[in-house]
């Protein structure tokens, strides 16, 4: 779905109307959406600001966690929400580090937030799946899902990964959840010392 034709449908806006504001007929809206014709660059920026959205979401095809962002910035503007403090995450990217995440006073903010995040985990975990066509650590991946499905909230699950993110440089040294983590990663990294891992 093109960008416009999503957002217009977010928004509850009907053709009519937009051409209305653009100062154009209606069917140049309906040959835009049906991507029989671009939309005029001169309209872009029009658009951004008529709506709040960088022009960029318009005139393309959006992901699901696209979606999710244009749907955060439309929240932004209706509820207007305000920071009420931040929290320190952990993100991973081209640089994996802490970084300070906003908690608004609008629980419908931070609830998108989170659904954002967890979107790019989806695809992050579908990218990984996907890296080669016949993956030899299938089964590795089903264990994962596994352990998420039945024990994800056990304290010993959490802790190892988080000493394989620090053995596999994954995670800054800097970067520990609790005091007594140190602790369990040395004893755990004698044991993959001595199986040569």
């Known amino acids: 779905m093109l960008g416009l034709e999503y957002i217009l449908g977010l928004y509850n806006m009907q053709h009519i109307e937009l051409a209305e504001k653009l100062g154009i007929k209606k069917q140049n809206i309906n040959l835009w959406i049906k991507g029989k014709q671009n939309i005029p660059k001169k309209y872009l920026p029009v658009l951004e600001e008529l709506f709040g959205i960088d022009k960029e979401y318009f005139i393309k095809e959006l992901t699901e966690i696209e979606k999710l962002e244009i749907q955060k910035e439309k929240l932004k503007k209706d509820l207007k929400p305000v920071i009420k403090n931040h929290e320190q995450q952990f993100m991973i990217g081209e640089i994996n ?58 304290v010993v699950l959490h802790k190892t990964i988080e000493a394989l993110a620090h053995y596999y440089e994954v995670l800054p040294d800097w970067v520990v959840s609790e ?9 755990i990294f004698e044991v993959f010392d001595d199986h040569n891992f």
């Open 179 to 187: 005091p007594e983590q140190e602790e369990f990663e040395e004893e």
């Open 97 to 154: 580090d802490l970084v300070e995440v906003p908690i608004y006073d609008k629980e419908e903010i931070n609830t998108i937030e989170r659904n954002i995040e967890k979107a790019k985990l989806v695809s992050k975990f579908k990218e990984a799946l996907d890296i080669v066509d016949n993956n030899p650590y299938m089964d590795t991946y089903k264990l994962i899902i596994e352990l998420l499905e039945k024990v994800q909230h056990e």
